[in-house]
């Protein structure tokens, strides 16, 4: 299906992971996620949103979907029996996270330090190591408005392995579906595992000092995993000028511009989509669909997509 705007531009997401993402927190990354999703959706496009944000999910505010299937989380984690441990020490050697502690007659495992990687098991001389369990968080599915399929991780409070609840997240894509994909904010590891395999990342920032400062850092994550990336600017107040200074010397193009509007703000903690209840702000995000095309043009990502 298409999107079509103004120009007569059409575009056909199919297939393609657009991530949105952003330096900072607060920067209005889930409104434009949901809204450009809703768009898709209006258009007629199968659209799935994921919500990798996993420490702090909201998509489902705005998109309400009824959670269908909802089930834990769960990742290896290394079990010692002690009857069998000769404390020679080789796990705690080798474990990279340093998530073992071999003290003289006891071997300790940190689960929230182990990353599953499972070597532990295999150096072991006396098998003393079998793989146990525990959960990090839950998958929820279901389907939201205009039929956008849905599905969120939320992570456990104080769990600090979100990437494989991220992982699990991005492993219920479906096909053939564009795929939203909201992101942590920040550039950490749970950033680098979103990201990771998108097609295009929308990078939403603020036009501030903290907003650019953030969305460097972000911008030469995307650039490291050699992703296309465009901006879309929240909350314009009239331009700033080293924002665009900085991503006109980057080469980085500007996806869309949405400006600062307490109608916006209030419909926002209303948890509503801004598209509906403001349908002028449709032209924005159209803007934002035709130049996300050119986005992936110019990348050669998108014509090998595109349908007839
Ligand atoms: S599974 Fe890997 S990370 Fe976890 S304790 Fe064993 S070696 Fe360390
Ligand atoms: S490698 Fe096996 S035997 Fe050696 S300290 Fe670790 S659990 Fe014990």
Redesign the pocket.
């Known amino acids: 299906m298409r999107v079509q705007n103004d120009q007569g531009i059409m575009i056909d997401l199919t297939g393609m992971n657009i991530t949105m993402a952003s330096g900072k927190g607060g920067t209005g990354k889930t409104t434009v996620a949901v809204n450009f999703a809703w768009l898709l959706a209006s258009a007629g496009q199968r659209v799935q949103y994921l919500d990798c944000d996993v420490e702090e999910p909201n998509g489902h505010i705005f998109l309400k979907p009824s959670i269908t299937e909802s089930a834990p989380s769960k990742v290896?984690?290394?079990v010692v029996d002690q009857e069998k441990c000769t404390s020679c020490g080789e796990?705690g050697l080798?474990?990279?996270?340093h998530?073992?502690v071999n003290l003289p007659g006891d071997t300790l495992?940190f689960p929230g330090?182990?990353?599953?990687?499972?070597?532990?098991?295999s150096v072991c001389p006396t098998g003393a190591i079998t793989e146990g369990d525990r959960e990090i968080g839950i998958i929820g599915k279901g389907s939201g408005t205009k039929r956008i399929d849905f599905i969120h991780g939320v992570l456990n409070v104080g769990e600090a392995m979100a990437v494989p609840l991220i992982k699990k997240v991005k492993n219920g894509r479906k096909d053939p579906y564009v795929h939203i994909i909201d992101a942590p904010p920040g550039t950490s590891c749970p950033v680098v595992a979103t990201l990771k395999g998108s097609d295009a990342v929308i990078m939403v920032t603020e036009p501030t000092p903290f907003g650019l400062h953030d969305l460097k850092i972000a911008i030469d994550v995307a650039r490291l995993l050699n992703i296309p990336t465009g901006v879309v600017i929240n909350r314009d107040q009239g331009g700033y000028q080293p924002l665009s200074d900085y991503l006109e010397a980057a080469g980085i193009p500007i996806l869309a511009v949405i400006p600062e509007d307490a109608d916006i703000a209030r419909h926002y903690s209303q948890g509503g989509i801004i598209l509906e209840s403001l349908p002028h702000y449709i032209d924005v995000y159209e803007t934002l669909a035709a130049n996300l095309e050119k986005l992936l043009d110019t990348h050669s990502v998108h014509a090998g997509r595109m349908r007839s």
């Open positions: 290896m984690v290394p796990c080798k474990c990279q996270f998530a073992i495992i330090l182990c990353h599953s990687c499972g070597l532990c098991s």
